[in-house]
């Protein structure tokens, strides 16, 4: 083992309680007969979904046929707020948005949703210790009931001004969003005129997209701040941050152990340098634990001065999306596509969908058959129809894809979006 998976070792020890958790109280490793953490097998999200009495624990058995049924889309949500619904009393279940081919219901208790925020917080307050939930304004990841302000995805520039100048008055020192929109706002800005914003925060804490060296500098330089990049999942939550820019997380060892697996023997990666799957185990989860799960990420292991990182891998240039004559990560886009179609219309029972590009304004949307598959379609031909993001109106095509030919499209898909294009 080289020196720099000890010293990673060092810092996330192997999580021998989980292991002892999961070969008790849950089915699905009881039966395996497990000795070692290393033995357990990795797991994804499409096994999990289909055989959740499985992978619930036995400590919540009176409500597994219940989540079960919540997780098929054979029972009514109810209440859905951000993403999130409340089926069961302290229970929240949170819906995935479907990067791996398909999309997710996963259910945490409200005990094990405070452990997640508190080392997300215990983080955040090491880099600024005054930060607090009422000194934090969140963008994207809003609390259930918590209700979007509309301005800042309207096209009133005053309006969108307007939150700033609340939140400078109520001395907000972090601000929670996609670089993104942030940098689209700034832009409004500097047309209107309007002066920058120095001190306005502490820390812009970017979430859910890649931070570009571009991005950077322009939220950097309009509030004079500290930027973060914040990685994670629905599933887990935050696993780790990137405080410098260079792309290399410190991993959120409070709530995470993080592996990464040889992407044909899924033995654990020791060496700098070589590329694996992204492999998560969450320390907090109880009701459906989250172990050695795959969520669809390839990364590096880095060495930086004597520190060992995380490097996530970008998209190759058949995920990228050629838009407005430029390359840009495709997932990354119609992912948002799927966010405003999912909060629209709600979660629905679906095993596999693909965007992939023909043309330049030209996307084939594949979804699997089922009962929802048209109410998604339309949800999200309106939600492309009314985005400014391209010079040109994307023209959207629909292919079913069969119940039978489900299974071969899961086996051999790897990517949300795909480019059949050769861009020059």
Known sequence: ???????????????????????????????????????????????????????????????????????????????????????????????????????????????????????????????????????????????????????????????????????????????????????????????????????????????????SPVEKQTVADYFDCKLLNQFGCIETWAFGYDETGTGEMDVLTDNVFLEL??????????????????????LHLRLLPIVRYLNGDRAEWTLAGERVKLRLHQDRQINMLLLNGKLVPGAEVVRVWLNIAFIRMGYLQMEFIQFVQTAEFEITVRIGACAKGPKLWAEIQKVVAETTTTTGAIHLVYEEVSAEGIAQELKRKKYLFVSRLNPI
């Open 1 to 211: 083992m080289s020196v720099e998976i000890q010293e990673l070792s060092t810092r996330m020890p192997v999580p021998a309680e989980m292991l002892e958790y999961v070969k008790k109280f849950v089915p699905r490793y009881r039966q395996l007969g497990i000795r070692y953490f290393r033995d357990l097998p990795p797991a994804r999200k499409e096994e999990m979904m289909r055989n959740i009495p499985d992978y619930v624990s036995e400590e919540f058995a009176e409500i597994r046929q219940r989540l079960s049924d919540l997780v098929q889309d054979r029972e009514a949500a109810g209440e859905v707020s951000n993403n999130q619904f409340k089926p069961i009393p302290g229970v929240l279940v949170e819906q995935t948005t479907g990067t791996s081919g398909m999309p997710g219901r996963f259910p945490k208790t409200n005990a094990e949703r405070t452990r997640l925020a508190m080392g997300i917080w215990k983080y955040r307050r090491k880099i600024d210790p005054g930060v607090s939930p009422d000194k934090f304004l969140p963008f994207v990841h809003l609390p259930f009931g918590q209700k979007e302000d509309p301005r800042i995805h309207g096209s009133d520039v005053v309006e969108i001004r307007a939150v700033y100048d609340e939140a400078v008055r109520k001395q907000v020192r972090w601000l929670h969003a996609q670089p993104r929109m942030v940098c689209g706002h700034i832009k409004r800005f500097n047309e209107a005129g309007y002066p920058r914003m120095p001190g306005f925060i502490r820390v812009c804490e970017t979430t859910s997209e890649t931070l």
């Open 261 to 282: 697996l040889n992407p044909e023997t899924y033995e654990p990666i020791t060496r700098i340098g070589e590329t694996g799957l992204l492999a998560l185990t969450s």
